[in-house]
């Protein structure tokens, strides 16, 4: 009883719609997707913003460019 809830919340056929004829999706491809990625496909869940200068700062900090070249000497 309770999967027939969770699956009346899903308007297929807009999801169809978005993922056939949007995404040009076969039936297949659209029929093997998981609600998580049809959602992302579809652009929800964009949550994490760009990597920021700070961010970026903060990676090269972590994680600095070593040079492979052996030392003249």
């Given at each position: 009883m309770a999967?027939?809830?969770l699956?009346?919340?899903f308007d297929?056929?807009?999801?169809?719609?978005?993922g056939i004829?949007?995404?040009?999706?076969t039936p297949v491809e659209?029929?093997?997707?998981s609600p998580a990625e049809l959602s992302l496909l579809l652009g929800e869940g964009r949550g994490q913003s760009a990597l920021t200068r700070a961010g970026f700062?903060?990676?090269l900090r972590a994680y600095p460019d070593r040079n492979e070249?052996?030392?003249d000497g």
């Open positions: 999967r027939v809830r699956m009346a919340r297929w056929p807009a999801l169809m719609r978005a004829g949007g995404l040009r999706l659209f029929w093997a997707l700062d903060a990676l070249e052996p030392e």
